[in-house]
């Protein structure tokens, strides 16, 4: 039987009309498909569609064209509430700036999301979330406000309050970007532990080659085209790491590396080009998963 | 259920957050709610006094006094009629009956001189009919007219004229004249207003009957009975029907009610002390609402980031608007509760008090009032909650992230 794909992006593009009535592309003809347990890193620069991209598989937005599938089923077709119910479920999402609330404590902005659940998980959501707090290693500090904690620390509480409805799939939008080096590397180094233990999906958002380079499979998003892209392939490696390293300094340099390296990783990654390719996807998902 | 449990938690947790905020908005919505919950309040007690001064001149409610005057110029016999009253009154099996005679006149020995009197004749359903207050001592029983000395109850004034002597001990009126004799007095009536210097005795009707022959030629005797307030309609013309069936044709029967409540003015005087006085605290604890409708508005601007993150994390429109409404109605049902504890404090104050002097039964804090102003805190929280709460609800989630 075929497996079905937690959050499967196919055709999608995004556009807005601007004040001046002209069509602005943010994302198009993206092609994806996330399993259960999958890891992946997309890669690219300010204002390449990264978040807009983010916002569809969340299902906080819709797409101008395509369609997005959350496990099988339509995203389109779904009533708001249901879909709101359906992201607090399966959704967990971990901000660049941390967004906990303010003035609340590590305990009340951990518990929040599961203030969104009905039954057992609802009445039991201070015992949860403090339990989500000791995982994270701050079981000493549920009680301290966002104002009294760390950089690192927000994080790990953000990463707490994502994690605390054990949601499939988690969205990482540039968890380090607010974080230094090291920090950064073991918020991430818990992030993926985390993820892994709770076999959530984890789909991560960087411009940073040392988290990009954590994940399984690894896109790259250029002014709203997304391209696979293999960084453990020994021949791209090297070039590769020469491109995320660039991309910050010189865009057009790295556009003309990494044109190679796409190439390369197609069959290996198999990006999805259409109905006739998918089931082959799927499988390598799901080996990639196991 | 959760989700109103959950909407009520997240509205508590954030007015925490934001105490000064909330308290500053709040101060306005408690004062007038304050207000409008002592504006009734105290239109009860008013009402409780003007009912209780009336009840005093004209009974309580229903009070029906029966009359009866020859048309012919002729001396009325009032034994007879006394008896027939009576008849009447034992059919319709009435508990309180009085006769009333005011007044007659007696000579009187105070410390200073012998003075004429005035007294007044009842039987012991009076002063209960007429909530008469006693200042010391008690008011007659059934069995005080066979006392060989008839006791008596006296004003104040006249009270202060034997120099307030102490009734446990003793003290009796001494009359002279055709009821000359010694009168113990059981009791004394307060004064009913500053100045008061009526010098009235009170004294049971067969008390005085049994000492005379006759009453004096040129004093009427009236009847009142206290009955039900919802049947006096349907009774009253039958009971007149029936004083009048036994009795000789020069004999004229009036029957008429007496208390407040049969004058409806008194009632409307109230409503419209009410009406007025509630609708100034009304417009207060609308402008207190303009207030807080204008500083969640602001915050709201604040929080755009905090409810796209509520959104993301499966917060439904409908929760969000429950929770934002709900905040400005946890805000002002708090402070509506301030208010009431405010409203109660001052109407216990010595001060107020003291414009009530002389009610007898103090009303309890009327609920009405503490749930007019809670009603009132409540939909005042959500009318100025709702625009907030729109607000949130058509933010958009992902602009609200971004920035």
Not at chain 2, 195 to 208: C, Q
Not at chain 2, 237 to 246: F, Y
Request: hydrophobic letters at 45%.
């Amino acid at each position: 039987m075929e497996l079905v794909s937690l959050v499967r992006l196919e055709g999608v593009a995004k556009h807005v009309i601007l004040p001046d009535d002209s069509r602005l592309d943010i994302l198009r003809d993206i092609e994806l498909a996330i399993a259960a347990g999958d890891h992946v890193a997309i890669v690219g620069r300010s204002g390449s569609g990264k978040s807009t991209l983010l916002n569809l598989m969340g299902m906080l937005d819709r797409p101008s064209e395509g369609a997005v599938w959350f496990r099988g089923e339509p995203v389109r077709k779904m009533r708001k509430g249901k879909l709101d119910k359906l992201r607090g479920r399966n959704v967990g999402f971990v901000f660049q700036q941390f967004n906990l609330l303010a003035g609340r404590t590590a305990l009340e902005n951990v518990a929040m999301p599961l203030g969104y659940a009905s039954g057992r998980a609802f009445w039991n959501r201070r015992r949860t979330a403090t339990a989500m707090l000791e995982r994270v290693g701050l079981g000493h500090r549920i009680e301290s406000t966002p104002e009294q904690l760390s950089g690192g620390e927000q994080q790990r509480v953000a990463i707490a309050r994502a994690l605390v409805r054990r949601p499939a799939l988690i969205l990482a939008d540039e968890p380090t970007g607010a974080l230094d080096v090291e920090t950064g590397g073991s918020v991430m180094a818990l992030l993926d532990e985390i993820a892994s233990e709770a076999d959530a999906a984890l789909v991560t958002i960087t411009h940073d080659l040392h988290v990009a380079a954590r994940a399984r499979r690894h896109y790259r998003l250029e002014a709203g085209v997304l391209t696979p892209f293999d960084l453990s392939a020994p021949a791209a490696g090297a070039a590769a790491a020469a491109a995320y390293d660039r991309i910050d300094v010189a865009p057009e340099l790295a556009e003309s590396v990494s044109a190679g390296p796409v190439d390369a990783a197609t069959p290996v990654d198999g990006a999805p080009q259409g109905a006739a390719s998918r089931p082959e996807v799927e499988t390598e998902t799901v080996e990639v998963a196991s | 259920m959760t989700g109103l449990i959950g909407a009520l938690g997240e509205a508590w947790s954030e007015l925490r957050h934001h105490k000064l905020r909330v308290l500053l908005s709040l101060i306005g919505i408690a004062v007038s709610v304050g207000a409008l919950t002592a504006v009734v309040a105290l239109s009860e007690y008013q009402q409780q006094q003007m009912a209780e001064q009336s009840d005093q001149s004209g009974g309580r409610p229903a009070t029906v006094s029966i009359s009866a005057m020859t048309t012919d110029g002729s001396p009325m016999d009032w034994q007879a009629f006394d008896a027939h009253v009576n008849d009447v009154s034992e059919r319709y099996g009435f508990s309180y009956l009085t006769r009333i005679v005011n007044p007659v006149t007696a000579q009187v020995q105070t410390p200073e001189q012998v003075q004429t009197l005035n007294m007044r004749l009842v039987d012991p359903a009076y002063p209960v009919i007429h909530r008469t207050p006693l200042l010391e001592g008690r008011w007659f029983e059934e069995t005080d007219a066979e006392l060989l000395a008839p006791p008596v109850v006296i004003t104040e004034a006249l009270w202060d004229v034997y120099g307030r002597p102490d009734l446990a001990r003793g003290f009796a009126l001494t009359l002279t004249g055709d009821v000359a004799g010694s009168y113990p007095v059981i009791g004394v009536t307060p004064r009913v207003y500053d100045g008061d210097n009526e010098k009235l005795a009170t004294m049971l009707y067969d008390s005085y009957t049994s000492r005379v022959d006759a009453l004096p030629a040129d004093t009427s005797v009236t009847w009142e009975v206290w009955m039900p307030e919802d049947g006096v309609a349907d009774i009253g013309p039958v009971l007149a029907m029936d004083l009048r069936a036994g009795v000789d044709k020069s004999v004229d029967v009036t029957v008429s009610r007496t208390d407040w409540a049969s004058r409806p003015e008194a009632q409307s005087s109230a409503a419209m002390f009410e009406l007025i006085t509630g609708a100034i605290a009304g417009l207060v604890l609308l402008l207190g609402g303009l207030g807080l409708v204008n500083i969640q508005l602001v915050a709201m601007r604040q929080r755009i980031r905090e409810i796209g993150v509520r959104r993301s994390f499966g917060a439904t429109g409908g929760r969000i608007f429950t929770s934002v409404l709900l905040e400005s109605v946890v805000a002002t049902a708090v402070a509506g509760v301030i208010g009431i504890a405010l409203a109660v404090a001052i109407l216990r104050a010595p001060f107020v008090l003291d414009m009530f002097q002389g009610m007898q039964d103090i009303p309890p804090f009327p609920m009405r009032a503490a749930v007019t102003g809670l009603v009132a805190a409540v939909a005042i929280g959500a009318l100025a909650g709702f625009i907030p709460a729109l607000m949130a609800v058509r933010s958009n989630v992902i602009d609200a992230l971004r920035f």
